[in-house]
């Protein structure tokens, strides 16, 4: 059967860009029962010889410079946002009032205020659309929010989360402009908040629920930094580090933390989650292992279990090889793009919608005052 097309308009085409689009060009390969299939329409960025060469070299069959253009072709159906942060609301605002479907890169936006009106584009346009917290499609990740749906782990008493790096601890690390935007904050809105504990807020409310309060620290070491848009020392606005807690409406109590000045750390995304009966880890330097302990195993073999999730019997893996062999990062995005082609032909919603990810954006903005203003907030 000759399949549905859904042709691509990426905005963007840095690291995120690879990504997606690496997600989009393997996803017939591994999900081949699926109506719809990826084109690589257009990509766009505002420097040509870079747009083009990216064209070239990932199968794009056209570009543009400027967004609104490609917003305007009527052969593109869904504008896919891969831009810094504070380009998201403007590129999916208009999309979304042009009819087309809108994926954006996380977060949603740089605020909620600058969110709000992005679901409300979308919803008012009834496009499908979607945010790319791609650690939910982790396979492991997958099978923790099923076996905690299942009821095994019984009342949550603790959700532990971390994400670590070290990328930023050289002070003479410019900020601003390619590459460099994630440490300037008119570009990215927040630092390690809106970056990586955004992904690890996601993560928790899909699997715990919804965040009742918050109480933060944030800092930041580096003061100021050269600006590369400026050729200044310029003052540093982002959140270096940030720590909080929380309470879920669950009961349970957060603890979350985040980090790019852990030496030693390139990107250590941990979970652990306590309950009642059993515990649930997760570490995304290994991806492929969920560790699991169950308070109702016999006593003298009760201990952490690693299960291997490569098994044709947990989530996404009967798409890839025979168990026991390996998927990594870039399947996680594969594993979206296969979700969001599913939801279409199934006329559902593909989770986190832009209003599920405004949740996200609330819990941030509640931790960066929290910061602020040295008190618990209400999310
Ligand atoms: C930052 O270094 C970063 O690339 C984030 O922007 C991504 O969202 C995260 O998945 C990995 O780290």
């Given at each position: 059967m000759a399949k549905k097309e859904l042709r691509i308009g990426l905005v963007g085409y840095g690291f995120m860009g690879r990504t997606h689009t690496n997600g989009y060009k393997r996803v017939g390969d591994f999900f081949g029962e699926l109506e719809y299939k990826p084109v690589l329409q257009a990509v766009c960025g505002r420097t040509e010889d870079k747009a083009k060469a990216f064209a070239e070299q990932w199968g794009y069959a056209s570009y543009e410079t400027d967004w609104k253009k490609l917003i305007e072709r009527d052969d593109i159906d869904a504008i896919d946002i891969c831009t810094p942060n504070d380009q998201h609301a403007p590129v999916a605002i208009a999309a979304a009032e042009a009819g087309k479907m809108v994926l954006c890169e996380k977060p949603l936006a740089r605020t909620t205020e600058e969110s709000q009106p992005m679901v409300d584009a979308v919803e008012k346009a009834g496009v499908p659309n979607t945010v790319w917290y791609n650690y939910r499609r982790v396979p492991a990740v997958t099978l923790a929010k099923q076996i905690i749906d299942s009821g095994k782990l019984g009342k949550i008493f603790h959700y532990r989360a971390n994400f670590l790096q070290d990328w930023t601890i050289n002070a003479d690390l410019p900020q601003g402009g390619a590459g460099l935007w994630r440490l300037d904050a008119t570009a990215a809105g927040s630092g390690v908040t809106g970056d990586l504990l955004a992904h690890c807020i996601d993560t928790a409310l899909w699997l715990n629920g919804s965040i009742k309060d918050v109480s933060a620290v944030t800092e930041t070491f580096i003061k100021e930094r050269m600006h590369n848009l400026t050729g200044k020392k310029?003052?540093?606005e982002i959140d270096d580090a940030c720590t909080f807690h929380c309470h879920?409406?669950?009961g349970s109590l957060g603890l979350f933390e985040s980090t790019r000045y852990a030496r030693g750390h390139k990107a250590l995304y941990t979970l652990e989650?306590?309950?009642?009966?059993?515990?649930?880890?997760?570490d995304l330097h290994d991806l492929n292992r969920l560790e699991y302990f169950d308070h109702s195993d016999e006593s003298q073999v009760r201990g952490w279990r690693t299960i291997h999730i490569t098994d044709g019997d947990h989530p996404y893996m009967d798409h890839y090889w025979v168990p026991g062999l390996c998927i990594g990062y870039?399947?996680?995005f594969i594993n979206q793009v296969a979700d969001f082609l599913r939801s279409l032909q199934d006329g559902t919603p593909?989770?986190?919608t832009f209003r599920d990810a405004l949740e996200t954006a609330k819990v941030c903005d509640a931790v960066l005052k929290s910061a602020r203003e040295r008190s618990w907030q209400d999310v």
């Open positions: 310029e003052k540093v879920f409406e669950n989650i306590n309950g009642e009966h059993a515990s649930i880890r997760w870039e399947h996680t593909c989770p986190p």
